[in-house]
């Protein structure tokens, strides 16, 4: 728990305060940490962790948090308390990347990585896919879609490591890369904390002005991680791969959300300010909900 706060918190509150202080500077940052660092970060990632059968498991994890957290907020009570689209798949889009991969590496043994990674592929085509959908009612066409899932590091890192792993230096490569790739894992961490930086700055996101956000909060960081871990526990999962996808579905509201709102346009400047104030508001929170999930997990329900 100590590795995680120590990891986590200073990360977070240097991008945090570079964000704040530097508005232009998650911009210059992002393209080659994207492009370069993450892909590269996964490589060694995945590698150390090995490729397990399980690693299937864990994507369907992923499909069944997004599909069953959609299902039940379209119920009329639900519905009624959380009417957008955009709050409706905050609720259910977790930042597995940026925020779940650091946490599993803080928490978590080396075998659960590939858990890890396996759900946030899975949860980056749901994401990409099914957001225009809910955000816009039909924006953005597959051919658009596709696109961007190609550009996705996460799928962009599996496709290299999978190259890597054929090659006779895989073993040799994921020990040279360690270090690099968990420098890239907190300079990604650092990223989130720009980016609520700059929505400090641009919007002032408060949680009264927000309706619906004390629901949609409540459905993010409590309501999901107990269906997977109910789930989990139903289908009788490894105590790993149980751990690995109830920490990621705990995860805070992805930062992609409030990017694909934007990226809608006219019509949806209020969406966006909600939005902006689940991604603050469930991050910050999630620094004790994770912490407490873990103890659930490692605790009374132990491993």
Not at 103 to 124: E, N, S
Not at 170 to 191: E, F, Y
Request: with cysteine; glycine share 10%.
């Amino acid at each position: 728990m100590l590795r995680f706060l120590l990891e986590l918190v200073p990360a977070l509150g240097i991008g945090l305060l570079l964000g704040v202080r530097f508005p232009g500077l998650p911009g210059r940052l992002a393209p080659p940490l994207i492009h370069w660092g993450v892909p590269i970060g996964l490589v060694a990632l995945l590698l150390r962790a090995g490729f397990q059968a399980n690693l299937l498991t864990a994507a369907l994890m992923a499909a069944v948090a997004s599909g069953l957290g959609l299902l039940l907020l379209r119920l009329p009570a639900l519905r009624r308390r959380i009417p957008d689209g955009s709050l409706q798949l905050g609720c259910v889009v977790g930042n597995t990347a940026y925020w779940g991969l650091p946490v599993a590496l803080a928490l978590l043994p080396p075998d659960a990585i590939g858990f890890t990674i396996a759900f946030d592929l899975m949860a980056t085509l749901i994401t990409w896919s099914l957001g225009p959908l809910l955000v816009n009612r039909g924006a953005g066409s597959v051919h658009r879609q596709l696109r961007v899932l190609a550009s996705s590091p996460a799928i962009r890192g599996l496709v290299l490591a999978v190259l890597v792993h054929q090659t006779p230096w895989s073993a040799t490569l994921a020990q040279w890369l360690w270090w690099p790739a968990r420098l890239v894992v907190l300079v990604a961490l650092a990223m989130v904390g720009m980016r609520l930086g700059l929505m400090l700055r641009r919007r002032h996101p408060s949680p009264v002005r927000t309706p619906g956000l004390g629901v949609a909060l409540v459905g993010k960081l409590l309501a999901l991680p107990l269906a997977m871990l109910l789930l989990a526990s139903l289908l009788r999962l490894p105590p790993l791969l149980r751990d690995a996808v109830v920490l990621q579905a705990a995860a805070p509201t992805a930062v992609s959300v409030l990017l694909l709102t934007e990226a809608a346009g006219v019509g949806r400047q209020q969406a966006a300010e909600a939005v902006a104030a689940l991604v603050m508001w469930s991050t910050a929170l999630a620094l004790v909900t994770v912490p407490l999930w873990w103890w659930l997990l490692s605790g009374p329900l132990g491993s």
